[in-house]
Protein backbone atom coordinates (compact mmCIF):
# COMPACT_ATOMS: atom_id res chain seq x y z
CA UNK A 1 0.00 0.00 0.00
CA UNK A 2 1.60 3.59 -1.02
CA UNK A 3 0.99 6.63 0.93
CA UNK A 4 -1.78 8.55 -1.00
CA UNK A 5 -0.29 12.01 -1.39
CA UNK A 6 1.59 13.04 -3.96
CA UNK A 7 4.39 14.40 -2.24
CA UNK A 8 6.07 14.49 1.15
CA UNK A 9 3.65 17.49 2.30
CA UNK A 10 0.32 15.72 1.62
CA UNK A 11 1.47 12.50 3.31
CA UNK A 12 1.94 14.99 6.36
CA UNK A 13 -1.06 16.60 5.77
CA UNK A 14 -2.70 13.75 6.19
CA UNK A 15 -1.34 12.73 9.09
CA UNK A 16 -1.85 15.98 10.80
CA UNK A 17 -4.76 15.29 10.07
CA UNK A 18 -5.38 12.02 12.00
CA UNK A 19 -3.61 12.97 15.14
CA UNK A 20 -6.45 15.72 15.41
CA UNK A 21 -8.46 12.63 16.12
CA UNK A 22 -6.06 9.75 17.15
CA UNK A 23 -4.85 11.78 20.29
CA UNK A 24 -7.71 12.78 22.75
CA UNK A 25 -6.91 13.64 26.57
CA UNK A 26 -9.31 11.74 28.29
CA UNK A 27 -7.96 8.13 26.25
CA UNK A 28 -4.70 8.96 25.28
CA UNK A 29 -2.82 7.18 28.29
CA UNK A 30 -4.57 4.16 28.56
CA UNK A 31 -4.31 3.81 24.56
CA UNK A 32 -1.00 3.46 24.69
CA UNK A 33 -0.09 -0.48 25.67
CA UNK A 34 -2.47 -1.00 22.79
CA UNK A 35 -0.60 1.55 20.57
CA UNK A 36 2.75 -0.78 21.04
CA UNK A 37 1.36 -3.59 20.77
CA UNK A 38 0.01 -2.63 17.43
CA UNK A 39 3.83 -1.57 16.80
CA UNK A 40 4.85 -4.60 17.55
CA UNK A 41 6.93 -6.00 14.05
CA UNK A 42 6.71 -9.53 13.50
CA UNK A 43 10.09 -11.67 13.59
CA UNK A 44 9.83 -12.35 9.94
CA UNK A 45 10.12 -9.01 9.30
CA UNK A 46 13.23 -8.26 11.61
CA UNK A 47 14.72 -11.32 10.20
CA UNK A 48 14.45 -10.60 6.60
CA UNK A 49 15.89 -7.02 7.10
CA UNK A 50 18.60 -9.02 9.03
CA UNK A 51 19.51 -10.99 6.24
CA UNK A 52 21.26 -8.81 3.76
CA UNK A 53 23.62 -8.31 6.71
CA UNK A 54 24.59 -11.88 7.37
CA UNK A 55 25.92 -12.34 3.54
CA UNK A 56 28.16 -10.66 1.57
CA UNK A 57 26.59 -8.80 -1.44
CA UNK A 58 27.29 -11.19 -3.84
CA UNK A 59 26.53 -13.92 -2.27
CA UNK A 60 23.08 -12.57 -2.01
CA UNK A 61 22.96 -11.50 -5.34
CA UNK A 62 23.75 -15.05 -6.17
CA UNK A 63 21.65 -16.40 -3.65
CA UNK A 64 24.27 -18.75 -2.88
CA UNK A 65 23.08 -19.94 0.19
CA UNK A 66 19.01 -20.62 2.04
CA UNK A 67 17.46 -19.64 4.62
CA UNK A 68 16.94 -22.61 6.87
CA UNK A 69 16.70 -23.21 10.82
CA UNK A 70 20.31 -22.88 10.99
CA UNK A 71 20.36 -19.51 10.39
CA UNK A 72 17.21 -18.26 11.91
CA UNK A 73 18.61 -20.19 15.37
CA UNK A 74 21.63 -18.04 14.96
CA UNK A 75 19.49 -14.63 14.52
CA UNK A 76 17.37 -15.27 17.08
CA UNK A 77 20.29 -16.57 19.78
CA UNK A 78 21.78 -13.06 18.85
CA UNK A 79 18.57 -10.95 19.03
CA UNK A 80 16.46 -12.75 22.03
CA UNK A 81 19.31 -13.52 24.20
CA UNK A 82 16.83 -13.94 27.29
CA UNK A 83 14.47 -15.95 25.73
CA UNK A 84 14.18 -19.67 27.03
CA UNK A 85 15.27 -22.59 24.74
CA UNK A 86 11.34 -23.63 24.32
CA UNK A 87 10.38 -20.08 23.17
CA UNK A 88 13.57 -19.53 21.03
CA UNK A 89 12.37 -22.87 19.08
CA UNK A 90 8.93 -21.22 18.98
CA UNK A 91 9.93 -18.41 17.24
CA UNK A 92 12.40 -20.54 15.06
CA UNK A 93 9.90 -22.90 13.71
CA UNK A 94 7.45 -19.99 13.35
CA UNK A 95 9.42 -17.24 11.54
CA UNK A 96 10.49 -20.64 9.09
CA UNK A 97 6.61 -21.33 8.49
CA UNK A 98 5.75 -17.48 7.91
CA UNK A 99 8.70 -17.52 5.13
CA UNK A 100 6.64 -20.49 3.08
CA UNK A 101 3.66 -18.87 3.62
CA UNK A 102 4.61 -15.19 2.53
CA UNK A 103 6.40 -16.64 -0.65
CA UNK A 104 3.56 -19.35 -1.34
CA UNK A 105 6.23 -22.44 -1.02
CA UNK A 106 5.57 -25.55 0.12
CA UNK A 107 7.43 -26.52 3.20
CA UNK A 108 9.48 -29.25 1.81
CA UNK A 109 10.98 -26.64 -0.71
CA UNK A 110 14.17 -24.50 -0.22
CA UNK A 111 13.94 -20.76 0.15
CA UNK A 112 17.31 -19.09 -1.45
CA UNK A 113 18.89 -16.10 0.54
CA UNK A 114 18.67 -13.63 -2.19
CA UNK A 115 16.84 -10.22 -2.94
CA UNK A 116 14.09 -11.45 -4.54
CA UNK A 117 12.99 -13.76 -1.60
CA UNK A 118 13.71 -10.57 1.03
CA UNK A 119 12.02 -7.66 -0.71
CA UNK A 120 9.21 -10.29 -1.19
CA UNK A 121 9.26 -10.86 2.38
CA UNK A 122 9.18 -7.32 3.55
CA UNK A 123 6.55 -6.29 0.74
CA UNK A 124 4.45 -8.60 2.15
CA UNK A 125 4.51 -7.73 5.65
CA UNK A 126 4.52 -4.12 5.19
CA UNK A 127 1.08 -4.22 3.30
CA UNK A 128 -0.75 -6.77 5.44
CA UNK A 129 -4.22 -5.56 5.37
CA UNK A 130 -4.95 -3.64 8.44
CA UNK A 131 -1.45 -3.10 9.76
CA UNK A 132 0.08 -1.72 6.74
CA UNK A 133 3.40 0.56 6.59
CA UNK A 134 1.06 3.59 6.33
CA UNK A 135 -1.41 2.14 9.19
CA UNK A 136 2.13 1.43 11.24
CA UNK A 137 3.74 5.02 10.43
CA UNK A 138 0.89 6.87 12.06
CA UNK A 139 0.45 4.74 15.02
CA UNK A 140 4.50 5.14 15.68
CA UNK A 141 4.08 9.23 15.01
CA UNK A 142 0.45 9.44 17.32
CA UNK A 143 3.03 7.10 20.54
CA UNK A 144 6.10 9.82 19.62
CA UNK A 145 4.15 13.04 19.96
CA UNK A 146 2.07 11.53 22.88
CA UNK A 147 5.16 10.16 25.12
CA UNK A 148 6.45 14.11 23.89
CA UNK A 149 3.96 15.53 25.19
CA UNK A 150 3.53 13.43 28.49
CA UNK A 151 6.72 13.45 29.47
CA UNK A 152 7.23 17.00 29.18
CA UNK A 153 8.11 17.99 32.51
CA UNK A 154 5.37 21.22 32.44
CA UNK A 155 2.40 18.90 32.19
CA UNK A 156 4.29 15.88 33.95
CA UNK A 157 5.70 17.16 37.24
CA UNK A 158 1.78 17.85 38.00
CA UNK A 159 0.51 14.33 37.60
CA UNK A 160 0.55 11.76 40.33
CA UNK A 161 2.70 9.83 41.16
CA UNK A 162 0.74 6.38 39.51
CA UNK A 163 0.68 8.12 36.23
CA UNK A 164 4.01 9.52 36.50
CA UNK A 165 4.92 5.67 36.79
CA UNK A 166 2.64 4.74 34.09
CA UNK A 167 4.21 6.97 31.39
CA UNK A 168 7.87 6.42 32.74
CA UNK A 169 7.11 2.55 32.22
CA UNK A 170 5.03 2.61 28.74
CA UNK A 171 7.95 4.97 27.70
CA UNK A 172 10.34 2.25 28.77
CA UNK A 173 8.76 -0.14 26.66
CA UNK A 174 8.78 2.16 23.64
CA UNK A 175 12.32 2.52 24.04
CA UNK A 176 12.85 -1.46 23.85
CA UNK A 177 10.66 -1.50 21.04
CA UNK A 178 12.30 0.55 19.01
CA UNK A 179 15.14 -1.53 19.50
CA UNK A 180 13.14 -4.41 18.10
CA UNK A 181 13.17 -6.05 21.49
CA UNK A 182 10.33 -8.21 23.56
CA UNK A 183 7.63 -6.60 25.11
CA UNK A 184 4.77 -6.92 26.89
CA UNK A 185 2.52 -4.36 27.52
CA UNK A 186 -0.03 -6.75 30.10
CA UNK A 187 0.48 -5.19 33.06
CA UNK A 188 -0.34 -1.26 31.76
CA UNK A 189 -3.37 -2.77 30.29
CA UNK A 190 -5.94 -2.19 32.75
CA UNK A 191 -4.77 1.26 34.15
CA UNK A 192 -7.34 3.54 35.77
CA UNK A 193 -6.25 7.36 35.13
CA UNK A 194 -7.56 9.01 38.64
CA UNK A 195 -10.27 12.34 37.36
CA UNK A 196 -7.65 15.26 39.21
CA UNK A 197 -5.04 13.71 36.61
CA UNK A 198 -7.41 13.47 33.54
CA UNK A 199 -8.63 17.47 34.29
CA UNK A 200 -5.12 18.31 34.32
CA UNK A 201 -4.56 16.12 30.70
CA UNK A 202 -7.54 17.80 29.62
CA UNK A 203 -6.25 21.67 30.19
CA UNK A 204 -3.04 21.08 29.40
CA UNK A 205 -4.43 19.48 25.76
CA UNK A 206 -6.23 22.80 24.76
CA UNK A 207 -3.21 24.64 25.54
CA UNK A 208 -0.59 22.54 23.98
CA UNK A 209 -1.35 19.19 21.41
CA UNK A 210 -4.74 20.77 20.14
CA UNK A 211 -2.83 24.05 18.91
CA UNK A 212 0.72 22.56 18.08
CA UNK A 213 -1.41 20.26 15.57
CA UNK A 214 -3.22 22.91 14.09
CA UNK A 215 0.03 25.46 13.88
CA UNK A 216 1.84 22.15 11.94
CA UNK A 217 -1.19 21.78 9.88
CA UNK A 218 -1.21 25.60 8.65
CA UNK A 219 2.90 25.13 8.32
CA UNK A 220 1.74 22.68 5.73
CA UNK A 221 -0.95 24.21 4.07
CA UNK A 222 1.74 27.40 3.22
CA UNK A 223 4.54 25.31 2.30
CA UNK A 224 2.19 23.06 0.21
CA UNK A 225 2.04 26.57 -2.31
CA UNK A 226 5.78 27.20 -2.46
CA UNK A 227 7.03 23.57 -2.55
CA UNK A 228 9.06 23.89 -5.28
CA UNK A 229 11.30 25.80 -2.96
CA UNK A 230 11.40 23.44 -0.29
CA UNK A 231 14.60 20.97 -0.30
CA UNK A 232 14.08 17.23 -0.09
CA UNK A 233 10.84 17.19 -1.77
CA UNK A 234 8.86 19.01 0.53
CA UNK A 235 11.06 17.44 3.89
CA UNK A 236 13.46 20.61 4.02
CA UNK A 237 9.92 22.34 5.79
CA UNK A 238 11.56 20.80 8.76
CA UNK A 239 14.62 23.39 8.56
CA UNK A 240 12.80 26.67 10.21
CA UNK A 241 11.92 24.65 13.32
CA UNK A 242 15.01 23.04 13.23
CA UNK A 243 16.78 26.23 13.17
CA UNK A 244 14.70 28.11 15.92
CA UNK A 245 15.85 25.14 18.10
CA UNK A 246 19.45 25.46 16.93
CA UNK A 247 19.33 29.09 17.89
CA UNK A 248 17.93 28.24 21.26
CA UNK A 249 20.61 25.65 22.32
CA UNK A 250 23.28 28.88 21.13
CA UNK A 251 21.58 31.17 23.29
CA UNK A 252 21.13 33.45 19.99
CA UNK A 253 17.20 32.85 20.11
CA UNK A 254 14.36 35.65 20.01
CA UNK A 255 13.27 37.12 23.43
CA UNK A 256 9.76 35.53 22.97
CA UNK A 257 10.63 32.18 21.64
CA UNK A 258 9.46 30.56 25.13
CA UNK A 259 8.58 26.94 26.41
CA UNK A 260 4.92 26.70 24.25
CA UNK A 261 6.76 27.41 21.19
CA UNK A 262 9.83 25.02 21.34
CA UNK A 263 7.74 22.75 22.42
CA UNK A 264 5.27 23.38 19.23
CA UNK A 265 8.78 23.09 17.35
CA UNK A 266 9.90 19.45 18.83
CA UNK A 267 6.45 18.45 18.25
CA UNK A 268 7.36 19.13 14.55
CA UNK A 269 10.14 17.80 14.33
CA UNK A 270 9.43 14.25 16.29
CA UNK A 271 6.03 14.06 13.28
CA UNK A 272 8.87 14.53 10.47
CA UNK A 273 11.40 11.57 12.49
CA UNK A 274 8.75 9.15 12.66
CA UNK A 275 7.60 9.96 9.65
CA UNK A 276 10.46 9.12 7.71
CA UNK A 277 10.85 6.00 9.74
CA UNK A 278 8.60 4.38 7.01
CA UNK A 279 10.10 1.43 5.75
CA UNK A 280 9.43 3.12 1.84
CA UNK A 281 9.88 6.83 3.11
CA UNK A 282 13.61 6.21 4.92
CA UNK A 283 15.10 4.56 2.00
CA UNK A 284 14.93 7.77 -0.36
CA UNK A 285 17.62 10.09 -0.42
CA UNK A 286 15.33 12.95 1.17
CA UNK A 287 15.13 11.00 4.61
CA UNK A 288 18.39 10.23 4.38
CA UNK A 289 19.22 13.83 4.09
CA UNK A 290 16.69 15.26 7.02
CA UNK A 291 18.29 12.31 9.00
CA UNK A 292 21.95 13.07 8.79
CA UNK A 293 20.22 17.74 8.90
CA UNK A 294 18.40 17.17 12.16
CA UNK A 295 19.07 14.44 14.25
CA UNK A 296 22.76 15.89 15.48
CA UNK A 297 20.58 18.85 16.76
CA UNK A 298 17.85 17.67 17.63
CA UNK A 299 19.63 15.35 20.21
CA UNK A 300 21.32 18.36 21.30
CA UNK A 301 18.12 19.66 22.80
CA UNK A 302 16.92 16.98 23.87
CA UNK A 303 19.76 16.52 26.44
CA UNK A 304 18.73 20.12 27.62
CA UNK A 305 15.53 18.76 29.30
CA UNK A 306 13.62 22.07 28.77
Not at 57 to 64: A, D, I, S
Amino acid sequence: MAWSGKNHLDNLEEILMNLQWLIQPDTVITELPFDLDFLKRPDVEIFAEWCPRAVSKQELEEGRYTINKYLIKFFIDRTYPQLSEVSRKEKIDKILEDIHKLLKKPKYEPIYLNAENIEKILEETNNKPGETHVDKTKRRIKVAVSLRWLQHKSLFNRLSEGTQDYIRRVGDLYGLLNKNQHIDTTQLHNYSIPQEDLSILIDDYETKIELTLLTADQEIKKAKQRISGINYNGLGIVREPLNRIKKFIEKRSEPDYDELERFKDSIFITIILNYIKDPYIQKTQDAKNVINLVVPIYVKFKNLDV
